[in-house]
């Protein structure tokens, strides 16, 4: 199988398992944010505002140091965990991000990779993909090879690039010049998008 097929089948077992998913949650509307952690929570959100273009809205906290397990019932940390603030910001169209700075004395500083557990990433939608790169670049942004387009299959129509946060987060560029993704042929549903 090439690693496109493998590639298309992930998206569409995602897809099928979403839809599923969506069907057993009562009253679920859609997230209404991602948490992350970063080393230093003002220089995310300033990334984020000065280079992305979301918009900071609010911070909360601090919290803790409690006494008692509060951090580790509620929030799976240790029980000596703090969280002196986190920000939460709008990017676009899409969902808010809350950007948390922890300190703990178990904390792990390393970045998980695409392929660690835990990995992730943000995709932000661009109508332009070649601008967008040039102007990451311009703000010397660490970009991860060149856009590549999906050329068959349900993906056909997007074309991708991976960059890096100034602190080792991966985020990613999407776009779908050509207005439609080759899953719509064959589904009715669709995935969400931040232009309709």
């Avoid at 809350?98 to 990779?113: C, V």
């Amino acid at each position: 199988m090439t690693l496109l097929a493998k590639r298309c089948l992930a998206a569409l077992v995602l897809t099928a398992s979403s839809q599923a998913a969506f069907a057993e949650l009562p009253g679920m509307q859609g997230p209404q944010h991602l948490g992350f952690t970063v080393p230093d929570r003002q220089a995310a959100v300033d990334f984020f505002v000065d280079v992305i273009g979301c918009e900071a809205y609010f911070t909360i906290g601090p919290f803790g140091p409690f006494e008692d397990d509060w951090m580790s019932v509620n929030l799976n940390v240790h029980p000596e965990a703090t969280i002196p603030a986190a920000h939460l910001v709008r990017c676009g169209d899409g969902t808010n991000l809350e950007i948390f700075e922890y300190t703990s004395p178990d904390q792990r500083t390393e970045q998980p990779r695409n392929s660690d557990i835990g990995g992730h990433h943000i995709a932000f939608y661009v109508d332009d993909m070649n601008e967008a790169v040039a102007y990451l670049k311009e703000n010397e942004v660490k970009v991860l090879g060149e856009p590549h387009p999906f050329t068959e299959g349900p993906m056909e129509g997007l074309t991708w690039v991976y960059f890096m946060a100034p602190w080792g987060m991966q985020l990613e560029l999407v776009s779908v010049p050509y207005g439609s993704m080759g899953y719509e042929k064959e589904n009715r549903g669709r995935l969400w998008d931040p232009r309709h």
